[in-house]
């Protein structure tokens, strides 16, 4: 049975939606979709009801969830004891935008900490470029960044997490403010030198959207005091909205393809750390899937 086919049934459960659960598994739905429908013709089932907008799950496909769930978890079980911790040891220095380091990262650090406790990692927060001009000098043994558009030689790219950009206004305010209605804010920009700065400019350019700019900051923490504050709206990436954030918040989605920051894990790939690389990769990237 493949685990991928259980793992989107999952996903899908979860997020109640393929669209959700596509963004989570960094795939693209139609792949979810493949997976789902592969999974069905193994099990002889039909495991949603396509007649419906959007597809429903039948009662076959949520009764399975939970042994699903069991045996991912089993899966996961058997990699990590077939795992040689006792090789995975050693010194890393991976970079971080700051986005990261309010959600993304902490979380991949404990998963590390717990599978591998002999890998020491030194962080270093930067802007996207920066990082990963130190990673292709050798500074830094990889880095979680904004995907880029173009990667220097020899080095490689590995999608971590897709996430929604999200228009984010004070609760205290006229409610969550739409896309059309952004002129009518005050206009909290990200700073454009850096990634997600630059993936909303070309998202609101494409649009022909041209909100009243108030002020560009380059830090997120920055950006959601001031607009929990009440002093203008911004849009910034779904998920780097923190807990204590949300109570004073509201975050509204953009549900539309091209809203969406893509966070990857750059890396040499011919490194003599590979392996380290590769583990902590796996420990950050299913830290994604949990968000």
Same mark, same amino acid.
């Given at each position: 049975m493949n685990l991928k086919a259980l793992q989107s049934l999952v996903a899908i459960h979860d997020g109640q939606s393929f669209?959700?659960?596509?963004?989570?598994?960094?795939?693209?739905?139609?792949?979810?979709?493949?997976?789902?429908?592969?999974?069905?013709?193994?099990?002889?089932v039909t495991l949603f009801d396509r007649t419906m907008r959007p597809p429903?799950?039948?009662?076959?496909?949520?009764a399975i969830v939970k042994p699903a769930r069991q045996i991912l978890a089993l899966a996961?079980?058997?990699?990590?004891?077939?795992?040689?911790?006792?090789?995975?040891?050693?010194?890393?220095?991976?970079?971080a935008i700051s986005t990261a380091t309010? $959600? %993304?990262? +902490? =979380?991949?650090l404990i998963a590390i900490g717990r599978r591998y406790p002999e890998i020491r990692i030194k962080i270093e927060v930067g802007l996207s470029e920066a990082l990963i001009e130190h990673v292709r000098a050798g500074a830094l043994d990889a880095a979680i960044v904004t995907e880029p558009q173009t990667l220097p030689a020899g080095l490689a790219c590995t999608a971590i997490l897709h996430e929604?950009?999200?228009?984010?206004?004070?609760?205290?305010?006229?409610?969550?403010p739409t896309l059309a209605g952004l002129a009518d804010h005050p206009f909290i920009r990200f700073d454009r030198r850096v990634g997600?700065?630059?993936?909303?400019?070309?998202?609101?350019?494409?649009? $022909? %959207?041209? +909100? =009243?700019?108030?002020?560009?900051l380059d830090s997120l923490e920055a950006i959601l005091v001031m607009v929990e504050r009440g002093l203008g709206v911004a849009i910034v990436p779904e998920h780097s909205v923190a807990d204590m954030h949300r109570r004073r918040l509201l975050v509204s989605p953009i549900d539309e393809p091209d809203a969406v920051r893509r966070v990857s894990f750059v890396y040499r790939p011919q490194s003599a750390k590979a392996p380290l690389l590769e583990a902590v990769l796996e420990a950050i990237h299913a830290a994604a899937l949990g968000r």
């Open positions: 669209v959700e659960a596509a963004r989570r598994l960094g795939l693209n739905q139609s792949a979810v979709s493949m997976q789902i429908k592969a999974l069905e013709r193994e099990l002889g429903a799950m039948t009662a076959a496909a949520v996961e079980t058997i990699r990590e004891t077939v795992q040689d911790r006792a090789a995975l040891a050693g010194r890393l220095a991976l970079g309010l $959600g %993304l990262l +902490p =979380d991949g929604r950009l999200a228009i984010v206004s004070s609760v205290s305010g006229r409610g969550p997600v700065g630059q993936i909303i400019d070309r998202y609101l350019a494409r649009r $022909g %959207l041209h +909100p =009243d700019e108030f002020m560009e």
